[in-house]
């Protein structure tokens, strides 16, 4: 009876985890209430903008892929929140700069990227680089990195609208906090969820399935946003 729940567990995770890939494929971005209304107003709107923030982090599935990627065999704390504070210091950096300095990028080159940020985890947590190199790269580092391409790729949502200048700042701030606050919600149920996972039987059988899938998410980003980069 337990090992049939282990099993039921282990196959909803993973039919979550596709779920999301799907919906992604089909709904990543800004939806038109939230183009209405950064189309329509200026001047500090800081509680619209937190809302809008953290929105987008909740159904931007290819940040929370990599995030799920990122704390998947991290046990302690500590190592949760260093790699989380790389990953946060990455895209806050790119985000103001990409915005407030007027940083053009292709928007479908930097989500393959992120794509691929996905793919290099899920790699990553089968110890793909161990095998291959011999040694595993600075993960830390490897997480600021790709942190810096997740932040332009938010930047380039909100270059789509072309914001008045007015207050540009303190609503790109509001942003950023948002952002945060959606992340921080996020990371709260995944923890929950791998933690719980972690003290079942299945999670050991079904890790080298689950970053397999990772990597079949990532891989399934890059090509949607390479096709679309190619038919533009």
Known sequence: MFNNNNNWLSRLG??????????????????????????????????????????????????????VGVIFFLYRSRDVLLYVTMFTLGHSITLLWGVLGNIQVNAHLIDAIIGLSVVYKGFDNLGGFKQLLGRQPNTRSAVLIFGLFHGFGLATKLQEFQLPEHELLTNLLAFNIGVEFGQFAALAFILIAINFWRRLPSFERFATLTNTLLMSAGLMLMGYQLTGFTLQ
């Open 14 to 67: 993973l039919l979550l985890l596709l779920s999301l890939v799907a919906v992604n494929a089909l709904a990543h971005g800004v939806d038109d209430s939230t183009r209405s209304f950064l189309q329509q107003h200026s001047g500090i709107q800081f509680v619209p903008f937190l809302y809008i923030g953290a929105k987008h982090m909740l159904t931007g599935y290819d940040h929370l892929l990599f995030l």
